[in-house]
């Protein structure tokens, strides 16, 4: 990208790139709303503090890209966000199917309501994140952190959360069922209301958690 085509995204005066190679491009504090990346590369990239509300970044490559405070709120399915730092984003309502967070920064962000079905979480930080009615069906929450978490109302059914940390995590009318929580560590955990039905628990920690089996 020249800078004139750099001066261009800024400006809103392009805002149709699928395939674009945006690779390590600044694109921090712009408005990008609606701007369709689709496939696009942006290993790298700065966006933080961009507002990419609406915006189409299906597949795209985000690897290491600086998401901070960004409004994510966009179509991101199957999108690569491997250790990207995603500290502060809005991705409430997101489309995040099958998207890739492994070794990604997700301190303070918003979930709730995101569609997360078949994603890759494992071993993710999501330490009292606000995942609130989110679909997490079939996602891979293996050893992720989610101690203090919102999760009430949340479709969790078929995932995947072996080893994960569910300390003290707010699962109250959480949709549970045929997910497999082997080793996880339920300390505390507020689980009233939940369906349960076909869970694995073996070798979890339930001390503190009322669990209608």
């Known amino acids: 990208m020249t800078t004139q085509d750099i001066q261009a995204i800024h400006s809103g005066a392009q805002r149709h790139l699928p395939g674009a190679d945006l690779e390590d491009e600044d694109l ?28 189409k970044l299906e597949g795209a490559n985000l690897m290491g890209a600086q998401l901070q405070g960004t409004d994510l709120r966009a179509n991101l399915w199957g999108a690569n966000l491997m250790q990207a730092d995603l500290t502060g984003a809005d991705l409430r309502g997101a489309n995040l199917r099958g998207a890739n967070f492994m070794g990604a920064t997700l301190t303070g962000v918003s979930l709730a ?31 992720a952190n989610l101690q203090g978490a919102i999760l009430a109302h949340a479709d969790l059914q078929g995932a995947v959360l072996n080893e994960a940390n569910l300390e003290e995590a707010d699962l109250r009318e959480a949709n549970l069922a045929g997910a ?25 920690c339930l001390l503190g958690t009322r669990l209608a089996l």
């Open 28 to 55: 921090s504090n712009a408005d990008l709303s609606g701007i369709v990346l689709n496939g696009a590369t942006l290993v790298g990239a700065n966006l933080a503090q961009s507002n990419l509300a609406r915006a």
């Open 113 to 143: 309501g995101a569609f997360l079905n078949g994603a890759n979480l494992m071993g993710v930080n999501l330490k009292g994140v606000d995942l609130r009615g989110a679909d997490l069906r079939g996602s891979n929450l293996s050893g």
């Open 180 to 204: 497999s929580l082997s080793g996880a560590n339920l300390l505390c955990a507020e689980v009233d209301g939940a369906n349960v039905k076909g869970i694995t628990l073996a070798g979890a």
